[in-house]
């Protein structure tokens, strides 16, 4: 393939990025551990989160992640944002079954076949749930939102028999630590 000013520039900025992106995850992990090692109390966990300028949840987000998945259990392979995604898949057992069925993981991939199984265990087909753009489609009920840093904006949808469209929840903010 010969060499073009656009292809000298994506390759030129690859090689930039890539070890900053490495360095990055690296130093993900060494946060979850050190949270890990100093075990801290919700109250003092947002002190540290405060003096930093970060959010306590995303600070015990990554000792979670941390915990979960111990050194010794981590494949260099994989971006800490993949184990993110797979730390919501209950069971260590499922988690490595999924995380080893395949020799390369994207972060799309992961959050998608994790979606999938966690549907799947909840019982729901994964024919009857549409994705897209534009939403997520339940029947007849349309479900659309967005992360805001720690809150999800979600507008839930129904539309009546007569064509209606009924706004069940508009712009509705959900504010959540969750314990993964």
């Known amino acids: 393939m010969a060499r073009t000013p656009v292809t000298d520039k994506v390759a030129d900025a690859t090689a930039e990025l890539a070890p900053l992106v490495a360095q990055e995850m690296a130093t993900l992990w060494q946060q979850g551990d050190a949270l890990v090692k100093w075990a801290l109390s919700d109250e ?28 010794k259990h981590r494949d260099s392979r994989f971006a800490w944002t993949v184990y993110a995604e797979l730390v919501r898949l209950p069971g260590a057992d499922a988690r490595n079954k999924l995380l080893n069925s395949r020799t390369e993981w994207t972060v799309e991939d992961m959050k998608e076949q994790v979606n999938l199984l966690l549907m799947q265990q909840s019982g729901l087909s994964p024919r009857a749930v549409v994705k897209s753009r534009s939403g997520m489609k339940l029947g007849n009920v349309r479900v ?8 999800i904006v979600i507008t ?6 007569d064509g209606k469209v009924i706004a069940l929840g508009k712009n509705t903010v959900i504010s959540a630590s969750l314990d993964i």
């Not at 970060?54 to 000792?63: P, V």
């Not at 839930?156 to 028999?161: D, G, N, R, V, W």
């Open 44 to 71: 003092e966990l947002g002190k540290v989160a405060q003096r930093l300028q970060l959010k306590a949840s995303t600070l015990r987000k990554r000792e979670n992640i941390s915990r979960e998945f111990a050194p």
């Open 144 to 151: 659309t939102g967005e992360i805001d840093g720690d809150d």
């Open 156 to 161: 839930i949808e129904a539309q009546t028999s």
